[in-house]
């Protein structure tokens, strides 16, 4: 305290710096530690609401939370996972929206088929040609791929490409 008494010109200035340093830390705190914690907290409640809704069987509120929980976060795969599972419940056109989503967050040829059967049942054939042509190898050696690439194709007027998908399926499974 004597620093102050004598020379009072620099009380002011370090006052106001430690001002300073203390609203950056406090910002800086808030965004890279609350913020995230926060975020996480709120889609967990959310979601955790959906599946209340879902359970009550009160399909609509729980559409709306599982809504709600995407505008937080658009990467978050459980919820587009409970919401393609409320959708199907309802028989919502909305189900091959989320089951799109969840192929293009976690494309594995599960995920990709479950969406290319859906499109073929509800007559959305470009959305399952772009998802067939995304698969790589590991469709070449699934037969309910090249079944359902066959079969997209050839409703799709391209029997070149229906008839490809065809003859690797004869190769991969003869006596079918």
């Known amino acids: ?4 008494k004598k020379n009072s010109k620099l009380r002011i200035p370090v006052i106001l710096a430690l ?3 203390l ?14 914690r926060v975020k996480a907290w709120r889609e967990q409640r959310t ?6 809704k879902a359970a009550q069987g009160d399909y609509v509120s729980a559409m709306t939370a599982v809504r709600t929980s995407l505008r937080f976060n658009q990467q978050n795969l459980d919820t587009w996972k409970l919401g393609a599972e409320v959708a ?8 091959l929206y989320f089951l799109q989503r969840i192929a ?10 479950k969406f290319i059967r859906l499109a073929v049942d509800k007559n959305a054939l470009p959305q399952a040609q772009e998802v067939i042509a995304k698969v790589g190898q590991e469709g070449a050696a699934s037969a309910d791929f090249l079944e359902l690439a066959a ?16 003859m690797s399926l004869v190769s991969l ?3 079918n």
């Open 1 to 4: 305290m004597a620093l102050f």
């Open 88 to 95: 199907e419940k309802q028989k919502s056109p909305d189900q």
């Open 151 to 166: 079969l997209v194709n050839r409703r799709l007027g391209n029997p070149t490409r229906a008839k490809y998908y065809l």
């Open 173 to 175: 499974q003869p006596n």
């Open 47 to 52: 979601n955790n609401v959906a599946r209340e």
């Open 23 to 36: 609203v950056v830390v406090g910002l800086a705190g808030g965004k890279w530690i609350v913020w995230p």
């Open 104 to 113: 293009l967050l976690q494309p594995s040829l599960e995920n990709r088929l």
């Open 19 to 21: 001002l300073v340093l």
